[in-house]
């Protein structure tokens, strides 16, 4: 309720006030809703699943913690966040980095969401803070994913596609 106080009624109070217009005003505002309330939740709901919830296997062993960031490509200078990022239990040097994830609410998912994280793995392997021999690209969508996506995640196991379905124990 506060979050949706903050991103929708506070920045237009004044139109609310006048009978009549919330409809007018939920249209104008769902966009920033969805990415500012809906969004951020979900992918906290997926941090959650993942610690708590998700089979080792489905993630390639025992999460010690998960949590989110920022990877940093200095060649091209750019930045890259990780919505969901899965750390194993350390028995050597580096601890292993189990999965990486991408979170989308309102987005069918696809082969560009796959390659973005296979990109951001290549990042992590060669900054050598993690183990990423072993690391897993999971997609997590509320609106489901294409048929290319489906394609790409039967054909390679280090890739899984989680939907509301699996999120919530229904599989």
């Not at 899965?86 to 989308?104: F, Q, S, T, Y």
């Not at 897993?136 to 989680?162: E, H, Q, T, V």
Request: charge should be neutral; aromatic fraction near 8%.
């Amino acid at each position: 309720m506060i979050g949706f106080y903050h991103a929708i009624m506070r920045p237009v109070w004044d139109q609310l006030e006048r009978p009549g217009s919330a409809p007018r005003v939920w249209q104008a505002s769902r966009r920033r809703f969805v990415s500012n309330v809906l969004g951020p939740h979900f992918e906290q709901v997926c941090r959650d699943w993942a610690l708590h919830h998700a089979d080792p296997e489905l993630l390639g062993g025992l999460p010690a913690r998960v949590g989110h960031g920022v990877v940093h490509d200095s060649k091209t200078r750019t930045s890259h966040e990780v919505d969901v990022a899965v750390i194993g239990i350390a028995d050597g040097a580096k601890p292993p980095l189990l999965a990486i994830g991408e979170a989308k609410w309102n987005d069918t998912m696809g082969m560009a969401h796959i390659n973005r994280l296979q990109h951001i793995r290549d990042l992590v392997m060669r900054a050598g803070r993690y183990d990423t021999s072993a690391t897993r690209l999971i997609c997590f969508s509320g609106a489901g994913f294409n048929d290319m996506a489906y394609a790409a995640a039967a054909a390679d196991p280090g890739i899984r596609l989680i939907d509301l379905a699996a999120l919530y124990g229904q599989v």
